[in-house]
């Protein structure tokens, strides 16, 4: 994970809210009866490493993935070697630039301070906060400062040749108290942070479940461009109240001392 931090509002072709719409999309109650049956995931969340081997809700998720799908175990901070990818199978020109990259290359000025996709970002260390509203939920994370609207008004993707982002454009709804999450038109960006890209023909999903103060979500993803197979991540974080992300404020010249 690189340590570093660039763009404070990076909601990119998503959607740009004045503060005012802001507000009041994120104030609206989920209003009706069902919606306040809902799961409430607003709040300030911090990445945990809590086991899911015996948890009921982390077993159903990744039972939930199609089969032969790769489940890469570098969720949080670990990070893979050089070469190695976590069971995902790269095409053939794809493994040949992943395997020509070195370490060094991240500390380039030039990379330093470049931003992943969420593929990569959503299951890092950093925290994150959210804010439910009805219409939308917003996703703050503290990495990069980037800001994920997730659109939940029933809306679908935008045509395919729309501008692409390392945010791209999600679309979520409910789903037996679970959150689920589509998102396309994500700019081409790392898997794993040791030379392995995705494509922007990459598709990926994700579902969130609520599990007292734990949440838990699985990352799933497709990219028929540069992979042969499917790949995914669980995590997990536990909310803390009353706490609030930091600027990451990237500098890449900082990194060079």
């Known amino acids: 994970m ?8 990076q909601a990119e072709n998503q959607l740009t809210l004045t503060p005012l719409i802001f507000i009041v999309l994120l104030a609206f109650p989920a ?74 290359e991240e500390l380039k000025v030039e990379n330093i301070c470049k931003m992943p996709s969420i593929v990569y970002a959503m299951q890092g260390p950093f925290p994150m906060e959210i804010h439910q509203g009805r219409d939308i939920i917003v996703i703050k994370l503290e990495y990069f400062d980037m800001l994920r609207v997730i659109f939940m008004d029933g809306r679908g993707h935008p045509a395919a040749d729309a501008p692409h982002s390392k945010l791209g454009h999600s679309i979520g709804h409910w789903e037996d108290g679970d959150l689920v999450v589509e998102t396309s038109h994500l700019a081409s960006a790392t898997i794993t942070n040791n030379g392995l890209d995705h494509s922007a023909d990459l598709i990926f999903s994700e579902r969130f479940h609520l599990d007292g103060e734990t949440l838990w979500a699985t990352q799933f993803f497709t990219d028929p461009t540069n992979l042969d197979n499917a790949g995914a991540r669980l995590m997990a974080w536990r909310r803390f109240p009353g706490e609030f992300i930091y600027p990451y404020e990237c500098d890449p010249f900082v990194y060079q001392e």
Request: net charge neutral; proline share 7%.
């Open 31 to 104: 209003a009706s009866l069902r919606a306040a049956e809902l799961p409430d995931f607003s709040g300030f969340w911090n990445f945990t490493n809590q086991s899911s081997a015996e948890n009921p809700v982390a077993q159903r998720l990744l039972a939930a993935l199609p089969a032969n799908t790769a489940i890469l175990a570098d969720a949080g901070a670990t990070e893979f070697p050089r070469g190695e990818f976590g069971g995902l199978l790269p095409k053939a020109a794809v493994l040949a630039r992943a395997q020509a990259w070195t370490p060094a």
């Open 2 to 9: 690189i340590l570093n931090n660039k763009s404070l509002f």
